[in-house]
């Protein structure tokens, strides 16, 4: 998770593949954050939900949002990007990672009221995601695609 409120700044993850990555931005107070969270539900590691809170989206998305709170956020202006989520291995992932992430990171949502603006999910390939803080765009690179605004 990484967390601005410098102008210049444009945050990024790489290699979201079943992995889900939230860009979120306050337009107003010109702050926001990207998570890149890996599984959906902390109880499956508690151990390792202990050690890296961030890997997880139950645990990983309130600290995204307080972070951002803390530096002058306000949810109710807060703009939400999400993309990731993929099958990487196709048809043959027995877990579906992906699609559990994406399930886990809309209850969580729903729960809390927060709405989604925009977002790329699902698919076979793995993706970029970007955020610059200054405007709040956010754009993705999806492998051996053209690059997009989310």
């Not at 954050?33 to 390792?48: E, N």
């Not at 998305?61 to 951002?68: D, G, M, V």
């Not at 807060?78 to 992430?101: W, Y």
Request: charged share 20%.
């Amino acid at each position: 998770m990484k967390v601005s409120n410098q102008p210049g700044e444009v945050l990024v993850t790489h290699a979201l593949g079943s992995c889900i990555g939230v860009a979120i931005h306050d337009p107003v107070a010109k702050v926001g954050g990207i998570l890149h969270f890996m599984l959906p539900d902390s109880s499956l590691d508690p151990v390792k939900a202990q050690e890296q809170p961030l890997m997880f989206a139950d645990t990983g998305l309130p600290l995204l949002f307080r972070e951002c709170y803390r530096l002058g956020g306000l949810k109710s202006r807060l703009r939400v990007k999400v993309a990731g989520g993929s099958q990487v291995l196709g048809s043959r992932e027995f877990f579906q990672i992906g699609r559990r992430n994406y399930a886990a990171l809309r209850k969580i949502f729903l729960k809390n009221n927060v709405l989604i603006d925009n977002q790329s999910v699902g698919g076979a390939k793995a993706r970029t995601l970007f955020l610059e803080i200054a405007t709040g765009n956010v754009w993705i690179k999806v492998m051996g695609q053209e690059t997009i605004e989310l």
